[in-house]
Structures are given as structure tokens and as C-alpha cells.
T-cell receptor, first 116, second 111 residues
Framework: GAGVSQSPRYKVAKRGQDVALRCDPI?????LFWYQQALGQGPEFLTY????????KSGLPSDRFFAERPEGSVSTLKIQRTQQEDSAVYLC??????????????FGSGTRLTVV | KNQVEQSPQSLIILEGKNCTLQ??????????LRWYKQDTGRGPVSLTI?????NTKSNGRYTATLDADTKQSSLHITASQLSDSASYIC??????????FGGGTRLMVKP
């Protein structure tokens, strides 16, 4: 596709439920990033993939958060045993080169997760 | 610690008026600075990217300035429109080609 696609757009989960959020990056983009954006705040870095390798997961808030990109294209962010503080918009971005700062770095529209 | 601070946190203006949003950063080394517009329910979209040597860059009614000496940037919006209502996020590209995000300014343009 022409842009970064995320699904679902909205997800309501009961506390304790597991959720999986999907990101389809722009075709050919080697770098993929996940961010968490709380209401009224800027995006906070979660994790970074270069192709299928997860090079940085320093932003994942707990071991309940897990991300994968097994074939170097589509990525899934999984949150286990969701808690209310996990409620946020989860943004995915991809880039044609290594790192966040390259030109062509593009965000998806995000998945809004609400934990009730 | 690399930080990007934006002000004001929120702003309400009348349609047709101008406004200026501020961004101060402590990111070092510095590669470039970006301004993004984020509409409600959407991902951020790039407005401008400025490198160290650029002092000003325009994109339609949006004009960004950069003072790399004082580590300050501003985004000026001219003749605001209702569609300018959004969050504006300042982002600095620093060491390791990694980005540091500001918390954003939420702009509301009223008719």
C-alpha cells in the first residue's frame, strides 16, 4: 500500500485480556517503530525493528508487552493481561533506512486501545 | 538527557488569526528538526524538516524557524483555518538517527 496501515483502528479490551495490534509498513521499508501515545501527549518510543531484527526494545514498559516482525514486513504488538494504564493510541511508523531520522519516515493512523 | 519542550500546551484562536508555537530542545548532537501535524484520530504528518544550516522553511501557510545556537524553533501559522485545529509536535533528530518527541501543542481554531 501507499502508506503505513494499522489495524484495528479501535480496540476495547476488558482488563486482563490479551490484545494484538497489527502494523503493515510501507513496502520495502527496512525500519519499523512502535510508539505509545497517551491522551494529550507526544508519542513515546516502544521498540524498533530493522528488517526482522528487534534492535531496541528499551521503551517497552513491562514484560507484558511483546513485539515481533518475523519476516521483516508486517509487525504485531502484543499486550498480555491488559491493564487500564495501557489505554493509549499505539502508533506504528516505518522508514526506508536505518533509524528513525531518515527522510521518508511515515506514521500510521494508530490503534486506539481502551481497557475497561 | 535529551528533551524537547513545547509551549503553549494548548491554544485557542479565531479563524483568520495568526499564531506561533514554540519548541525548545536540549538534544545533542543535532541533525534535523521536524514539525508534525496530528489531526485527531490520525497519525502525525510531517510539515517541515530543517537541518542545522536552515533558519526558516515554509510549507504553505506554515513557516518554521530554527535557531540552532539557542536551540529554539517556532512554527508560525498564518491566516488560520478551521482545518488547522490539531496537535503540532516538534521532533528533533539527534544521535544515532533517533528522534526525540515533544509533548505537542493542541491548537483549536474557532469560527
Amino acid at each position: 500500500g501507499a502508506g503505513v496501515s494499522q489495524s484495528p483502528r479501535y480496540k476495547v479490551a476488558k482488563r486482563g485480556q490479551d490484545v494484538a495490534l497489527r502494523c503493515d509498513p510501507i513496502s520495502g521499508h527496512v525500519s519499523l517503530f512502535w510508539y505509545q501515545q497517551a491522551l494529550g501527549q507526544g508519542p513515546e518510543f516502544l521498540t524498533y525493528f530493522q528488517n526482522e531484527a528487534q534492535l531496541d526494545k528499551s521503551g517497552l514498559p513491562s514484560d507484558r508487552f511483546f513485539a515481533e516482525r518475523p519476516e521483516g514486513s508486517v509487525s504485531t504488538l502484543k499486550i498480555q493481561r491488559t491493564q487500564q494504564e495501557d489505554s493509549a493510541v499505539y502508533l506504528c511508523a516505518s522508514s526506508p533506512r536505518q533509524g528513525q531520522g531518515s527522510y521518508g519516515y511515515t506514521f500510521g493512523s494508530g490503534t486506539r486501545l481502551t481497557v475497561v | 538527557k535529551n528533551q524537547v519542550e513545547q509551549s503553549p500546551q494548548s491554544l485557542i484562536i479565531l479563524e483568520g488569526k495568526n499564531c506561533t508555537l514554540q519548541c525548545n530542545y536540549t538534544v545533542s548532537p543535532f541533525s534535523n528538526l521536524r514539525w508534525y501535524k496530528q489531526d485527531t484520530g490520525r497519525g502525525p504528518v510531517s510539515l517541515t524538516i530543517m537541518t542545522f544550516s536552515e533558519n526558516t522553511k515554509s510549507n504553505g501557510r506554515y513557516t518554521a524557524t530554527l535557531d540552532a545556537d539557542t536551540k529554539q524553533s517556532s512554527l508560525h501559522i498564518t491566516a488560520s483555518q478551521l482545518s488547522d485545529s490539531a496537535s503540532y509536535i516538534c521532533v528533533v533528530n539527534g544521535a544515532g538517527n533517533m528522534l526525540t518527541f515533544g509533548g505537542g501543542t493542541r491548537l483549536m481554531v474557532k469560527p
